[in-house]
């Protein structure tokens, strides 16, 4: 049982991390590997490749002759001068304290030739960018975290391309938040959204970086990469001798690539590269295990914040026999077409592409693929090695994970259609009669019965997301780390009947976290009742990513309580008025 206490104050800890020596790299790996400054604790071998991987750096990027500070004096506080071409961005307004740059392109539209090619360095400009305007979404099947057919918004008409091709395949683009202060040298904070790397995409409401950005000041990026068969696709005789491109993980290198421009103009948007937090959540936590194990990426992950994910890969056995089936059913599909294989699917549309795996229900893409070069042959050994032992975690997952999946063991009574317009039109000020009879079927009624909902998602919970989650922390425990911390979310102050049929159900961390209670998928769940509560407990829970991120621990004193590390976990609740803390530990 966990116990409970209510927030107060206590002392803050920290923890330096030392740097380890870089590991070799693949030759040819997407343009190069980033320049880091060398820290003061780096290895001779470290800083030697550190001069010549900024040489190289230096020379592949056309000089752009602009200052490496973002706000200059009698100039638009928003204009930045990137290795890529100078940018303007938003100023939010002294309401939201923040700056905000929308829809930066970080590489070249994977498109026509570039389909299921490893990412290309978008090319430089000279004119000035506004950036003040989301990107669209990557290609995917719709579904209740895509995007609209209307654009990369969240609206109604979500559910009109629920099972249809929404997105465009020139998605490659990042945002970038930050106070409007003149402080510098502040936290980068690079998000990864979810969408079990089938959907998603950045410009989600619930990934609004701009109170994340105020609140923990830090820097906040929010990122868009290719999901689904765009993402992930490892066929035979795809690669035309590109090592990156033979290992199928596209979705990875996009996030390499943005990673590597956020790396490289951190300063530019007042950031410290050298302090850059990858967080993401379910898929996303999956790519952020990813990049922590990639030889291509972890130099460049300072702090880690995997949340409601573990390290997980497929084999490239299946991969491929995955590509097989694909191919099969675009040509059951399109027999009267003269190609065949992979020439066909390069030959389809985008749209047209996505039309074949919903109807063979293939869009389950294999993704990570542990292949050898972009993602090792076997990560969990790399991740025991000590590759990661310096690098802070905070770990998360909500107690009931499982209850957002009733679709995948046939739980619900209504379609995704149904549901989707009702959970959109519901007043949670305002609940009316519903019961957890009009969302659920009888079989799982009452909730609580043995075999009932309860227990069919508790099984769910632990068969995709607590034990892998356990096993990645616990691997990165063997391998000397010091520095794990992870939160269960009990939060379920929901009107009823969600309080039921969802309570601390996958995903509905998110809000708290960035601090944004507007609409979104979850907006059910946020009402005037349960207000005060809630907004204290993502105060809290903000204060402590501010904490990491800055320090490499979330401990601080408004929690009045240590947070213990792995395996004890800290739990975050809260009534309708006051936070209970308590903990619980996973043996």
């Known amino acids: 049982m966990a116990m409970m206490v209510r927030f107060s104050d206590t002392a803050c800890h920290s923890r330096t991390k030392e740097a380890v020596p870089m590991p070799a790299v693949p030759s040819g790996a997407v343009g190069r590997q980033p320049a880091r400054r060398p820290r003061t604790t780096s290895s001779p071998l470290r800083s030697i490749l550190g001069l010549v991987l900024a040489a190289a750096v230096l020379t592949a990027v056309p000089p752009t002759g602009a200052s490496a500070h973002a706000v200059q004096p009698g100039k638009d506080p928003t204009l930045v001068h990137t290795t890529l071409g100078p940018i303007v961005g938003r100023d939010e307004g002294r309401s939201s304290g923040t700056y905000s740059w929308l829809g930066i392109p970080y590489a070249e539209p994977p498109v026509g030739d570039l389909r299921w090619r490893a990412p290309k360095t978008h090319r430089s400009w000279v004119d000035v960018r506004r950036t003040q305007r989301y990107g669209s979404g990557c290609p995917q099947p719709g579904r209740f975290f895509s995007p609209s057919p209307n654009g990369p918004f969240y609206d109604l008409a979500v559910r009109d391309g629920l099972q249809q091709p929404v997105g465009e395949e020139d998605c490659l683009t990042l945002n970038v938040f930050r106070p409007s202060t003149p402080k510098r040298n502040l936290p980068v904070v690079f998000f990864i959204h979810g969408g079990s790397n089938v959907v998603g995409y950045s410009a989600d409401p619930m990934y609004d970086g701009r109170e994340l950005a105020r609140r923990a000041e830090a820097v906040v990026v929010t990122v868009n990469y290719r999901v689904g068969i765009f993402g992930w696709l490892n066929a035979e005789g795809s690669a035309a001798g590109d090592p990156l491109s033979a290992s199928g993980n596209f979705g990875t290198l996009d996030l390499v690539n943005a990673l590597r421009f956020v790396d490289q103009n951190a300063r530019k948007f007042g950031g410290d590269a050298d302090n850059i937090s990858v967080m993401g959540q379910s898929a996303g936590a999956v790519n952020v295990w990813s990049l922590l194990v990639s030889p291509?990426?972890?130099?460049?992950?300072?702090?880690?914040?995997?949340?409601?994910?573990?390290?997980?890969?497929?084999?490239?056995?299946?991969?491929?026999?995955?590509?097989?089936?694909?191919?099969?059913?675009?040509?059951?599909?399109?027999?009267?077409?003269?190609?065949?294989?992979?020439?066909?699917?390069?030959?389809?549309?985008?749209?047209?592409?996505?039309?074949?795996?919903?109807?063979?229900?293939?869009?389950?893409?294999?993704?990570?693929?542990?292949?050898?070069?972009?993602?090792?042959?076997?990560?969990?050994?790399?991740?025991?090695?000590?590759?990661?032992?310096?690098?802070?975690?905070?770990?998360?997952?909500?107690?009931?994970?499982?209850?957002?999946?009733?679709?995948?063991?046939?739980?619900?009574?209504?379609?995704?259609?149904?549901?989707?317009?009702?959970?959109?039109?519901?007043?949670?000020?305002?609940?009316?009669?519903?019961?957890?009879?009009?969302?659920?079927?009888?079989?799982?009624?009452?909730?609580?019965?043995?075999?009932?909902?309860?227990?069919?998602?508790?099984?769910?919970?632990?068969?995709?997301?607590?034990?892998?989650?356990?096993?990645?922390?616990?691997?990165?425990?063997?391998?000397?780390?010091?520095?794990?911390?992870?939160?269960?979310?009990?939060?379920?102050?929901?009107?009823?009947?969600?309080?039921?049929?969802?309570?601390?159900?996958?995903?509905?961390?998110?809000?708290?976290?960035?601090?944004?209670?507007?609409?979104?998928?979850?907006?059910?769940?946020?009402?005037?009742?349960?207000?005060?509560?809630?907004?204290?407990?993502?105060?809290?829970?903000i204060a402590s990513i501010r904490n990491f991120v800055t320090k490499g621990s979330p401990q601080h004193r408004g929690l009045g309580r240590t947070w213990d590390q792995w395996p004890t976990s800290l739990v975050l609740d809260a009534d309708d008025r006051h936070v209970h803390l308590g903990s619980t530990t996973d043996r």
Not at 453 to 481: D, K, P, Q
């Open 296 to 541: 291509l990426a972890r130099p460049m992950v300072d702090k880690a914040i995997p949340l409601s994910g573990g390290l997980s890969t497929r084999s490239v056995a299946d991969a491929r026999a995955y590509a097989d089936r694909v191919m099969q059913a675009a040509k059951s599909d399109h027999p009267s077409s003269d190609k065949n294989g992979l020439d066909l699917l390069r030959s389809l549309s985008a749209d047209d592409l996505v039309r074949v795996l919903v109807r063979h229900r293939l869009d389950a893409t294999p993704a990570v693929i542990a292949d050898g070069t972009v993602i090792p042959s076997d990560p969990y050994a790399v991740l025991e090695s000590g590759v990661g032992r310096d690098v802070p975690v905070l770990a998360g997952n909500t107690l009931e994970e499982g209850k957002l999946f009733g679709s995948a063991i046939a739980a619900h009574k209504p379609s995704d259609y149904d549901r989707f317009t009702l959970q959109y039109l519901f007043d949670p000020d305002n609940p009316g009669d519903l019961t957890p009879s009009d969302l659920l079927k009888d079989e799982y009624l009452p909730v609580d019965k043995p075999q009932g909902w309860n227990e069919a998602a508790a099984a769910l919970t632990e068969a995709v997301f607590t034990g892998i989650n356990r096993e990645s922390l616990n691997a990165l425990a063997r391998s000397g780390n010091r520095s794990l911390y992870h939160y269960r979310f009990d939060w379920n102050q929901q009107p009823a009947p969600f309080d039921q049929v969802y309570g601390a159900v996958h995903a509905i961390d998110l809000p708290f976290v960035f601090g944004n209670f507007g609409r979104s998928v979850f907006s059910y769940a946020f009402s005037q009742q349960n207000q005060p509560g809630r907004l204290r407990l993502s105060d809290l829970m």
